[in-house]
């Protein structure tokens, strides 16, 4: 490994910047000097014909007709709707391109401190819908897209989801953008262009498969291709060490190979504002595109082999990693994504001639859980081995920069990588981290000595065979603020995963950040009509950025009309969502029956599990049912969504059993349409749309303590809709803000888990009765072969019930039959549901995106002025 003897803080001289003009671009002093020397004729020439167009119906048709004809080469009458969302879509561009100029060029010459949000995942859903409203041109836009005979909704249908997420963690990077945007923040997101996202899921005799996500066959109008930005990420290799002229240790990392990083510009427009930041994506491809002598020898896979092998880099999120060369995959799609992150953020700090001690001074960065925590280790290589400061000096910058959100409290899901196959990709990285463990837990040592325990449970290092690399462990110590996301996550990292460095740093290091959503995406785009009942009701639309002003629908509850024009609402979103049902699954339900809704990723500690097995028992108790007795059973819709990992058995086995109960349910004439079970297939941002404001009921039932937080709990009960839960994640401080009355709770506490799965484990605890009698159903054979389901039956037996089912499953029915009476009473119902709205200030991504600028980043609001042309 690398020395333990850090090289001696002295100072060193700095190494001269040479920007590589190819693609940096000019300083604002540079574009000033140029400028000068253009004859005045031809700078006015400049300013008059870059001038923005103008945004009257008829500049904005002649807009779209002109992309008709040239950029689509269509004829008029020759069109379907997706070539008009095409024109559209590039007709909306125009105008965001035109504030993101003005607002890059703006910050370019007003260089405040930036954030830098480095997420894996990016879930924008469609674009051109959120951009019109956020630019406050969807009316203008709708008239006249319907004058040139197309329906506005239609064409906004034809837009494919960009595939760059899969869940909660990049759809919560996507509302953070969007509120980093509205509120003025300087601030740029990094990730990865994936060629086919995740995958396409389609159901296929009941089970999840897979097949590639081909959102870019027709090209992406919202990005913006810079193909002049192409910066090599090296891998393998070898390290040469060397003494310098001061008698400094110096390594020079000589890797074996590289791949070229192509830049890809995202914007994000805010609401209300002439701000537009930026996501900056990266696509992999090769420094060698094609192998000519190979070619011409015959040996034709050969000469595309290092295409083949660079793009797989960006090909698809989360590549399964049951295989060692999936593993190896991940690793180098983080430290890909985050080298030429670094390498673009530290190109444009140079540009401003500082000093790198003023670098924390102009530079925040995020990391998004625990994929990006290579950078905090190619910083420190950069600024030690590139620019040749002190390892003290270094580190110093490092920690200052980066700050940690934390997304679980899962040991599974606590990101390891193997130590030789680290060495193998990033040999100069490996020996950084081996470095800053060892002086870290010298440190450690000298405030706690002779406690071995503590240095083997603090270390960076994982002394197994082999050894591994603790990520988290990394993120805590290379950044100087660790969030949780939720109250009680906060509370349980502090007092579990992270309790060590807790001891060590003290509490104020650890704060919590509670989750927010934008209410521009997830009540005004996705439920418009109620959003305009809401501005009506308000008298303004204030709320859209002061969410808090919807406590002013507490003082409606009581008004009987405003409670039918609420209820009508739902209604009409509940008949959208029971067409595609129709369409997506060919089952028919009625939306006069209870909407009890669970989507999000499939996974054993989200319990999807318990749900079906709940719906199962509610299957037996209706089927045993008198007629009589079924005349007072309240019908129910239950819909299921969400991807499981391709290499996860169990969550796969999970959606089987989903859809093999649909099959067996909705068929049963003894049952009707007291129950409906559907899966809607290939869940998304765009069917979340649909499916949030139009849900009843859903479902947040995580076993207490495994939840970070969740977000579309708040998206659900932003949209009107209540929620049966667990005490665990946000859950917790929505009961808070909107009333134990609107919400059911159910289950054990985060503090008794550890208790019952000790008694599960050891003292035989028998299985609950109703759940006991829903096993043996499968068992028999009711919802298709048994064989199947037994690996998922063992969960709960030889597996002793982890995730607490059994433990929870009597006072879960109990919560459902206290949901099924409220239902019962449409006027209490609806009241409740306007109070879960009016009370969900708190949860906007506006106010957690203050918290982080005003207590982490350190960053202020810059104001962009129309200055109504581009920038020359």
């Not at 930026?278 to 094609?290: A, D, E, G, H, M």
């Not at 009711?782 to 389901?789: A, V």
């Amino acid at each position: 490994m690398a020395d333990s003897k850090k090289p001696e803080s002295h100072t060193v001289p700095r190494r001269p910047m040479h920007h590589r003009r190819n693609f940096t671009g000019l300083t604002t002093k540079e574009l000033d000097a140029e400028k000068a020397k253009w004859p005045k004729e031809t700078v006015q020439l400049w300013e008059q014909l870059s001038k923005k167009e103008a945004n009257d119906l008829h500049t904005i048709q002649k807009s779209i007709v002109h992309h008709v004809t040239t950029t689509l080469a269509r004829a008029a009458y020759n069109m379907d709707n997706f070539s008009a969302y095409q024109a559209v879509a590039l007709s909306t561009r125009d105008r965001l391109i035109s504030r993101w100029n003005e607002t890059q060029g703006q910050l370019s010459k007003a260089d405040p401190k930036r954030v830098y949000y480095l997420s894996l995942e990016f879930l924008l859903g469609r674009s051109m819908d959120n951009a019109l409203l956020n630019m406050g041109l969807k009316g203008v836009y709708s008239q006249g897209v319907e004058q040139l005979g197309f329906n506005m909704e239609d064409v906004i249908e034809s837009e494919v989801d960009a595939a760059l997420g899969n869940g909660g963690l990049g759809r919560l990077a996507a509302c953070y953008m969007d509120s980093l945007a509205t509120l003025d923040y300087p601030a740029w997101g990094y990730g990865l262009r994936y060629n086919y996202g995740i995958f396409q899921q389609r159901i296929v005799d009941g089970y999840q498969t897979e097949y590639p996500d081909y959102w870019l066959n027709f090209d992406n109008p919202w990005e913006l291709p810079r193909l002049d930005i192409s910066i090599p990420i090296g891998f393998g290799g070898h390290v040469q060490t060397t003494q310098d002229e001061y008698g400094v240790t110096r390594h020079n990392w000589i890797p074996a190979n590289s791949v070229q990083a192509i830049a890809y510009d995202v914007p994000i427009p805010g609401y209300g504002t002439e701000n537009c930041n930026n996501i900056r994506l990266w696509r992999s491809k090769p420094t060698r595109v094609f192998d000519l002598t190979s070619f011409n020898e015959g040996n034709y896979e050969k000469s595309v082999e290092d295409a083949t092998q660079a793009e797989k880099i960006t090909s698809v999120l989360y590549p399964n990693d049951n295989t060692m060369a999936g593993k190896e995959l991940r690793l180098k799609q983080q430290y890909f994504w985050t080298a030429a992150s670094l390498y673009d953020i530290m190109r444009r700090f140079k540009k401003s001639m500082r000093e790198w001690s003023d670098f924390p001074d102009q530079v925040a960065i995020q990391l998004n859980d625990t994929h990006p925590t290579l950078a905090i280790v190619e910083l420190q290589r950069l600024l030690v081995d590139e620019e040749m400061l002190s390892w003290d000096d270094a580190w110093d910058i490092v920690t200052r920069t980066f700050a940690f959100t934390n997304h679980t409290v899962l040991p599974e899901a606590m990101e390891k990588w193997s130590v030789p196959m680290f060495e193998y990709l990033l040999p100069r990285h490996l020996q950084i981290i081996f470095d800053i463990n060892l002086f870290f837990l010298q440190k450690v040592e000298k405030k706690f000595p002779n406690d071995r325990g503590l240095l083997n449970r603090m270390s960076i290092i994982e002394e197994a065979q082999p050894q591994q690399i603790r990520m988290a462990h990394l993120a805590v110590v290379g950044s100087h603020k660790v969030n949780g996301v939720a109250a009680l996550h906060s509370d349980l990292i502090k007092k579990t995963i992270f309790h060590d460095f807790v001891d060590y740093y003290g509490e104020e290091k650890f704060v919590n950040k509670t989750n927010g959503i934008t209410p521009r995406r997830w009540l005004h785009q996705a439920n418009p009509q109620l959003s305009a009942l809401i501005t009506e009701t308000l008298g303004n639309d204030r709320w859209l950025k002061e969410l808090s002003q919807l406590r002013g629908l507490d003082k409606k509850v009581e008004n009987a009309e405003f409670r039918k024009k609420w209820t009508a609402i739902k209604r009409l979103n509940k008949v959208r969502l029971a067409e595609l049902i129709k369409t997506r699954c060919d089952v028919e339900v009625s939306p006069d029956a209870l909407f009890d809704i669970q989507v999000k990723r499939i996974h054993e500690y989200k319990r999807q599990f318990m749900n079906i097995l709940y719906v199962i028992h509610r299957y037996r108790t209706i089927k045993s049912m008198t007629a009589a007795q079924k005349a007072s059973v309240q019908p129910r819709v239950v819909v299921f969504g969400g991807k499981a990992a391709p290499g996860y058995y169990i969550a796969k086995l999970v959606i089987k059993l989903i859809n093999s109960v649909a099959a067996v349910v909705n068929q049963d004439p003894a049952v009707g349409d007291l129950l409906k079970v559907v899966f809607v297939p290939d869940y998304n941002v765009s069917v979340a749309e649909i499916i949030v404001p139009a849900s009843d009921i859903s479902q947040h039932i995580s076993t207490a303590g495994t939840e970070a937080s969740g977000t579309s709990n708040m998206k659900f009960v932003l949209n009107g809709g209540l929620i049966i839960g667990t005490m665990d994640g946000a859950n917790i401080e929505i009961l808070e803000e909107i009333g134990e009355d609107n919400i059911f709770i159910f289950g054990c506490l985060a503090d008794e888990v550890e208790d019952l799965r000790h008694a599960q484990r050891y003292r035989n605890v028998p299985m609950d009765p109703a759940l006991q009698g829903v096993i043996s159903a499968i068992e028999r054979g009711t919802f298709d072969d048994p064989k199947i389901y037994q690996p998922l039956i063992s969960t709960l037996t030889v597996g002793k019930d982890f995730y607490l089912i059994s433990a929870d499953f009597a006072s879960y029915i109990a919560a459902n039959q206290q949901v099924d009476a409220a239902y019962k009473d449409q006027e209490e119902w609806a009241k409740k549901s306007i109070r879960c709205t009016a009370n969900m200030g708190k949860f906007s991504s506006d106010r957690a995106v203050k918290e982080y600028a005003d207590q982490i980043w350190n960053i202020k609001p810059i104001s962009v002025v129309d200055e109504g042309y581009l920038q020359a």
